[in-house]
């Protein structure tokens, strides 16, 4: 089936701005995460959906940053007054329950100018 | 001290050689481990994952854990040129459902 998908693929914006990044799980996948990689670095944990709450939301780095999962599949993670510093690849993962094997989506590039 | 280390390379093999890659972690109760393999501009692929204690055979991988150093290792076995990526160790600790990666080690296959 499908693997997990991400919209868009890539987002220019400006400093001060609002963006949204989605991300749609594997079929069935109760379980879904929310990364963010810079370069030279391994993925980041931003925070876990177990169905439509937020179980984990501790890497969240700051009350700029908010995702929902409001119908338990699709989750759109919201940034707020972007900053400079928010540039990296957002990555989404989802898993079947939560303890297995992640699977990865292509990845939203964020370049904030 | 970070929570899971892996030299960052480049890790340089000829083609045909094995390749070992390594990654220790520092949370004793971490449970679950894996090898992701992410190729540049993309996003990272399960290589292998391992829960106890020895070695994991799949193909030309080899993954090999020993919880009592705290050490995790990836073989590659007749490395080739299509195996130069960066590869990422990622562990399950404890009851957390989230994933700690290192840095990665990029490893580079010369023919």
């Known amino acids: 089936g499908a693997g997990v998908s991400q919209t868009p693929s890539n987002k220019v914006t400006e400093k001060g701005k609002y963006v949204e990044l989605r991300c749609d799980p594997i079929?069935?996948?109760?379980?879904l995460y929310w990364y963010r990689q810079s370069l030279g670095q391994g993925p980041e944990f931003l925070i876990y959906?177990?169905?439509?709450?937020?179980?984990?939301d501790s890497g969240l780095p700051n009350d700029r940053f908010f995702a929902v999962r409001p119908e338990g599949s699709v989750s759109t993670l919201k940034i707020q007054r972007t900053e400079r510093g928010d540039s990296a690849v957002y990555l989404c993962?989802?898993?079947?329950?939560?303890?297995?094997?992640?699977?990865f989506g292509p990845g939203t590039r964020l370049l904030v100018l | 001290q970070k929570e899971v280390e892996q030299n960052s390379g480049p890790l340089s093999v000829p083609e045909g050689a094995i390749a070992s890659l390594n990654c220790t972690y520092s949370?004793?109760?971490?449970?679950?481990f894996f090898w992701y393999r992410q190729y540049s501009g993309k996003s990272p692929e399960l290589i292998m994952s391992?829960?106890?204690?020895g070695d994991k055979e799949d193909g030309r991988f080899t993954a090999q854990l020993n919880k009592a150093s705290q050490y995790v290792s990836l073989l590659i076995r007749d490395s080739q040129p299509s195996d130069s990526a960066t590869y990422l160790c990622a562990v399950h600790t404890g009851t957390a459902s989230k994933l700690t990666f290192g840095t990665g080690t990029r490893l580079q296959v010369t023919l």
């Open positions: 949370d004793r109760v971490s449970q679950s």
């Open positions: 391992i829960y106890s204690n």
């Open positions: 079929s069935g996948h109760t379980a």
């Open positions: 993962a989802s898993s079947l329950t939560g303890q297995e094997t992640q699977y």
């Open positions: 959906f177990q169905g439509t709450g937020a179980a984990d």
